[in-house]
């Protein structure tokens, strides 16, 4: 029996999702983290002299408990340390160890390997439309919500497939 919504945009995209989602998370065990740990080590990795939490949770869109759930399981990995810059400890900077910076080698490389797998499904062409209509996508969605994360999100990329 099909799916009522195997016709909808909508449905579609969750489903693209998901099982993106699911194959990240495959390939992210084998190399011993959890969906979204990748993703703070990613941010982490473009701040040398490290974070805030704030800004941390921020810029992953997440809630500052889920931001410090994620940094404790990382500090326990020994990936990321901690270092309070307060004298009363309310602000804590996170930054990559070197272990960390070594596990943020093979994440990269299985970003590209799943890149490589998705971009090979199209042309240049669709590749770029298909990329201009999810931007377009999370722009209304986030624009319903939180239209200055959105537009962090978005940053600079439009531009990338204006040429």
């Known amino acids: 029996m ?6 909808s945009i909508a449905f579609q995209l969750m489903l693209a999702a998901r099982l993106h989602r699911t194959r990240t998370a495959i390939m992210l ?20 002299d490290g974070m805030t939490m704030g800004e941390l949770s921020r810029t992953l869109h997440v809630r500052p ?22 004298p009363d400890g309310r602000v804590v900077r996170v930054a990559l160890t070197d ?8 994440i990269d490389a299985m970003t590209e390997e799943l890149e490589e797998e998705l971009n090979d499904l199209f042309d240049t062409k669709d590749a770029k ?21 959105v537009a962090a999100t978005l940053g600079d990329d439009e531009a990338d497939d204006e040429e």
């Open 2 to 7: 099909k799916h009522p919504g195997r016709k």
């Open 29 to 48: 065990a084998e190399i011993g983290l959890f969906p979204g740990q990748e993703q703070a080590l990613q941010v982490l990795a473009q701040h040398a």
């Open 65 to 86: 408990p889920t931001a410090s759930k994620t940094i404790a399981r990382l500090t326990a990995q020994n990936l990321v340390e901690r270092e309070s810059n307060t």
């Open 99 to 106: 272990l960390g910076k070594e596990k943020l080698a093979r």
């Open 129 to 149: 439309r298909l990329r201009k209509a999810l931007r377009r996508i999370v722009k209304h969605l986030g624009g319903q919500q939180d239209p200055d994360s």
